[in-house]
Structure formats: structure tokens, C-alpha cells
């Protein structure tokens, strides 16, 4: 018994001393483990991030400082990006989702992808969700496709479903969101139905055309628009219901049929119901639904098509006359200006032989562009022009950028006059010829140097005023007042524009855009046509600049819209 007891206490002595030997080699392995060099910079990043939050010149810094956690990816650094979507800078929060993206495709992209779909995909902010959906859009991982579900049926935020929309149409998941999406159709929010509808006509193997075709009679044209774009695309539009989609009294449903003409689908084929489709709706009441019947014109692009717009010629005023001219040159290569008896003896004895050649390529909009210097001024056009762009429309938005570049000088080398100092004078003495029956207003927004940042959107009139002597004068003084400073946005005073009657703004700027929600170059040009889709506005835009990008972004930003370029050198 005391040998045992003896034996026990001998092993409980080695014992401690084997532990007492192994503690220095333990302790390390227990204490939390250093941060290693990703960690580091994270935090390094979000120190950028937070030191220049407060400093509205360095926002610069936290952009580069978004942009290399996007690089870094992970989760950690994911996150790093959610307080961003709070930040009165709100262009930051784009730059987020953009990093969001690089994120799903780099090195840690299954963690990052883990991180979007169990935390951001459902955080409270809207913005967040629409920024993680985005981003899962373009993920090369698999296995996200009930995460989605589960968020499309959750979702009550349309902008969050269209998102959502477009991640599942892109991913081309096999899964089938026939259930999740088609419970919206129900809904009666125009723009969550419509977001609904469009998913399921893209996504193949839905089986939704019974539910589409109910929609058809959704009192919200959004709903109604978006049905028809997903029946036409599944070739599965009653042609029974063509007459009254002619007949509908708002624009979104006959704006969306002249967007699928050129599919030439069973319900509207060429010749038949879709010749006598277009024909009606280039004689609408509305003048959008006529601006997209033009475009319509393009889209289809047959020989026929050059009759239907020489016919148009003579009955179409303001903006409209120019777009058809530009579509008839676009057609036909020939440069005979508004006289419609000229066509008509030019075209004649060529219909039957004529072939209208390749059609331009699409844009990233899906607009077919004019032709190069289709809207050029010709000899004996006697149009106002505003600098050297003619102003041909009678209901014109003018919206200036005056950020503080405008100070600079007009001539480089010259500074008696500035920017500003020539687009004062320029616009007094173009805004008291325009012609009788043209109405007008100015647009200024001002993103100024401040913290928190409080833009704010003036206008000269509040409202389209007749071009009087009167209203020409006190635009003119009004636009001596507003000095130049700040940043330049342009995505919210061209959106207020649209949102007027006017079927055309002149943008006139010294350069790309550096602030507002969206301030890349791409980004604009990828979601302002969006907004303008049943608005139909032509954006004309005057560069007093000479920086190549801008150039390119201006040029571009008018081509998305039917509108014209014009550089003041």
C-alpha cells in the first residue's frame, strides 16, 4: 500500500515537472497570435480612412485607401468598407462596391464571397445589400445561389431586387428563381415588379410567361413596360395584345415594345404587325415615345425604314426634326437637311434597290449611335447656337458646372477673362435670340468645400419659363451672381433636369465630374442612360477644356443620348 501510495506520488511529481518544463513552450502558443502583415494593413487603410474623414480636400486619399482593400481582399477588409456606406461623401460608397468587386475576384475571394452573402447581403442599410448583390455578381464561386433566393425573397427594397436582378441574369445560375421572383409580380410597386419581370424573361427555363402576361394589366406602367420587354425576349407576347399597348396612355409601355423591335419576334415580325407597330408609334402623342420610335427606326434598320422617317420630316418641329435628319443621314449617308420634298425626289427610284449597309454598333446602352457629324450645322441653318452648338430643341434645360476650375483662365495664358467670365457672356447673348415659343431654365449645382458636405441645387426660374426679353435678362443677371467654386457633380442636376418637360440639356463643363454620388467616368456613363431610359432626353455637351479623358467622357456621355459634342478651344 505505501509503495503504491508512493508510485502515485512519484508520477504526480514528474508530472508537474514535465508541465513546469513544458510552460515556456506553451505560453506563446496560447497567447493570441501577433497580427500578421494583412492584418497590419487593414489597419493601416482604415486609419487613412478615418484620419481624413473630416478633411473634404483629401478625399482623394481615402478613395486610394478604398481602393487597396479591395486589393488586399478577405474578410477583414470587407468589413473595413461597411462604415463607408454612412459617409456623407457619398461617392466613397460607390468606390466601395467597386472594391467589393476586385474582392470577389482576387486571392481570398471564397472568404470575401462569405462574408457578402451572411453579413452584407443582409444588413439593415439598402445600400449595403445593393452593394454586396452587385458585387456577387460578378463572383466566380459556386454554392451562392440559395443565399440569393433567400435574399430575393426577403427583399422590399427595389433598387436592392434589381440588384439582385441583375446578379442572378449575370451569374446564369441553373437554380431556379421562378418561386423567389415571381412572388414579386404580385407585388404593387411598379419598380419591385418590374425588377421581378425583367429577371424572369432573361433567365432561361423559368416557365413565368403565364404570370408575364397577367402583368400586362398592372395599373403601374413600370410593371407593364417591364412585361412586355420580358415577353418579347421569351417570344411569347400575345399578339393580340399589341393595339393596346399602341394605345397606352403612358409612355414606359410603348418605349419599352420600340426597344424589342428589332428582335422581330411572333407577335411583331417584319413586314406585318411590327411595320405597323412602328409606324403608329412614330405618330404618338408623346414626344418620348416618338424620340424612341426614331431610335426604334434604327434598331430595326430595313430598307423600308428611310420612307416611314421622310414622312416624318414634314410634320416633326424643335428637337425631334433633328434627330430625324441625323437617323435618315445615320440610314442613308446623304446630307439634304429639313426639306422633305428634297428627300422624297432624292429617294425616289432608289427604294427598291437600296441597301442601308452595315448598322452602327450599339453602344454600351444598347442605343444605336447617329452617325458621325449627322447633327452638324449645314449651309442656310439659321438654329441659335450656343457657342458653337445649335440649339434646335424648344424646351431646353441648361445645367452648368461651376466648380472652382472655372475661375481659370479662358485662354491659357490670358487672364482677363476666366471660364466663367465667357460662359456669362456667351449664354446673355444666346439666351436673348433664342426663338419665340422656346422655354428655358439654368441649372447650378454646387458641391462646395465644406464639412459635412451640403450640396445644394439652384435654378434660375424653379420651372421652364418662356425665352421672353424679360426672362432672358434675369437669367442672365442671375447667372452674374453664382460664383465658381467647389467640385464639380454632374449625375444630381442632370437628373432634376430630366425630371422637367424639357426634351434636351445642354451640359457645359471644363472637365469630368470629381464629386456627387457617382464621380468616375464609367460609372456615370453606365447608369445615367438608365435614368433616362423612358425620359428620352438628348444631352448635348460643350467641353471648355482640352484634356483628352474628358474629351472622351463628354463625347460619350452625348452619344448615350442622342445628344452632341462641341469643344470651345
Known amino acids: ?34 497580427a500578421g502583415a494583412a492584418d497590419r494593413e487593414v489597419s493601416k487603410q482604415v486609419a487613412i480612412l478615418k484620419r481624413h474623414a473630416r478633411e473634404p480636400f483629401e478625399q482623394r486619399e481615402r478613395e486610394k485607401a478604398i481602393r487597396a482593400l479591395g486589393d488586399l481582399g478577405g474578410p477583414e477588409a470587407a468589413a473595413a468598407l461597411l462604415p463607408i456606406f454612412d459617409d ?3 461617392h466613397l460608397a460607390d468606390h466601395a462596391v467597386s472594391a467589393w468587386i476586385r474582392m470577389v475576384k482576387g486571392e481570398h475571394a471564397a472568404a470575401t464571397n462569405d462574408f457578402l452573402v451572411n453579413r452584407a447581403l443582409s444588413d439593415r442599410r439598402a445600400a449595403v445589400r445593393r452593394g454586396a448583390a452587385v458585387a456577387l455578381g460578378f463572383s466566380r464561386e459556386d454554392g451562392i445561389s440559395e443565399a440569393l433566393q433567400k435574399a430575393v425573397s426577403r427583399e422590399k427594397n427595389a433598387v436592392v431586387l434589381a440588384a439582385l436582378a441583375d446578379t442572378a441574369i449575370r451569374r446564369k445560375d441553373q437554380a431556379d428563381f421562378t418561386g423567389v421572383f415571381g412572388g414579386k409580380l404580385r ?41 412586355i420587354g420580358a415577353l418579347q425576349r421569351l417570344d411569347s407576347l400575345p399578339p393580340d395584345r399589341i393595339s393596346a399597348i399602341i394605345s397606352d396612355q403612358a409612355d414606359e409601355p410603348e418605349i419599352a415594345l420600340l426597344e424589342t423591335l428589332d428582335l422581330s419576334t411572333a407577335a411583331l415580325p417584319f ?45 416633326e418641329e424643335g428637337r425631334l426634326v433633328d434627330d430625324i435628319r441625323a437617323a435618315l443621314m445615320t440610314y442613308t449617308g446623304q446630307s439634304l ?28 446602352s444598347g442605343r444605336i449611335p447617329f452617325r458621325e457629324g449627322a447633327g452638324d450645322p449645314e449651309a442656310g441653318d439659321d438654329s441659335v447656337a450656343f457657342f458653337n452648338l445649335p440649339l434646335r430643341s424648344t424646351r431646353i434645360a441648361f445645367v452648368f458646372d461651376l466648380s472652382g476650375s472655372m475661375r481659370e483662365p479662358a485662354v491659357k495664358g ?43 441645387l439652384t435654378r434660375a426660374f424653379g420651372k421652364l419659363r418662356p425665352a421672353t426679353r424679360k426672362s432672358a435678362t434675369r437669367a442672365s443677371e442671375w447667372l452674374k451672381k453664382q460664383e465658381a467654386k467647389g467640385w464639380g457633380a454632374f449625375v444630381e442636376p442632370l437628373t432634376a433636369a430630366l425630371e422637367t418637360e424639357a426634351d434636351t440639356v445642354i451640359l457645359l463643363s471644363d472637365g469630368s465630374p470629381s ?55
Not at 419591385?192 to 424573361?201: H, I, P, S
Not at 437637311?337 to 448598322?359: C, H, I, S, V
Not at 464621380?519 to 471648355?544: C, G, S, W, Y
Request: hydrophobic letters at 45%; aromatic letters at 8%; charged letters at 30%.
Open 1 to 34: 500500500m505505501k509503495f503504491m501510495r508512493a508510485r502515485e506520488h512519484h508520477s504526480r511529481t514528474r508530472t508537474l515537472l514535465l508541465a513546469c518544463l513544458a510552460l515556456p513552450i506553451l505560453v506563446p502558443l496560447l497567447r493570441p497570435a501577433p
Open 88 to 90: 456623407p461623401y457619398e
Open 187 to 227: 407585388g404593387k410597386d411598379g419598380a419591385m415588379v418590374a425588377a421581378a419581370a425583367r429577371a424572369l424573361g432573361e433567365i432561361e427555363g423559368t416557365g413565368a410567361v403565364e404570370a408575364l402576361v397577367k402583368l400586362l394589366d398592372h395599373r403601374q406602367p413600370l410593371a407593364r413596360a417591364a412585361a
Open 271 to 315: 413586314p406585318g404587325r411590327g411595320w405597323v407597330a412602328l409606324k403608329a408609334l412614330l405618330g404618338s402623342h408623346s414626344w418620348r415615345v416618338r424620340a424612341a420610335a426614331i431610335q426604334g427606326a434604327l434598331r430595326i434598320w430595313r430598307n423600308g425604314i428611310v420612307d416611314l422617317l421622310i414622312d416624318r420630316l414634314g410634320i
Open 337 to 364: 437637311g429639313n426639306d422633305q420634298e428634297l428627300w422624297r425626289a432624292w429617294w425616289e427610284g432608289r427604294e427598291a434597290t437600296f441597301k442601308p449597309g452595315a448598322r452602327p454598333k450599339p453602344l454600351r
Open 414 to 456: 490670358d487672364d482677363s477673362k476666366s471660364k466663367l467670365d465667357l460662359l456669362r457672356e456667351k449664354f446673355a447673348e444666346t439666351v436673348g435670340k433664342l426663338p419665340k415659343g422656346t422655354v428655358f431654365d439654368l441649372f447650378v449645382y454646387r458641391y462646395l468645400s465644406d464639412h459635412p458636405p451640403s450640396p445644394r
Open 515 to 569: 464629386r456627387g454620388i457617382l464621380d468616375r467616368d464609367f460609372r456615370i456613363l453606365m447608369e445615367f442612360p438608365k435614368r433616362n431610359r423612358f425620359r428620352q432626353v438628348a444631352v448635348h455637351t460643350i467641353l471648355i477644356g482640352t484634356k483628352g479623358t474628358d474629351r472622351d467622357f463628354m463625347r460619350n456621355l452625348a452619344a448615350e443620348t442622342g445628344g452632341r459634342f462641341s469643344q470651345v478651344r
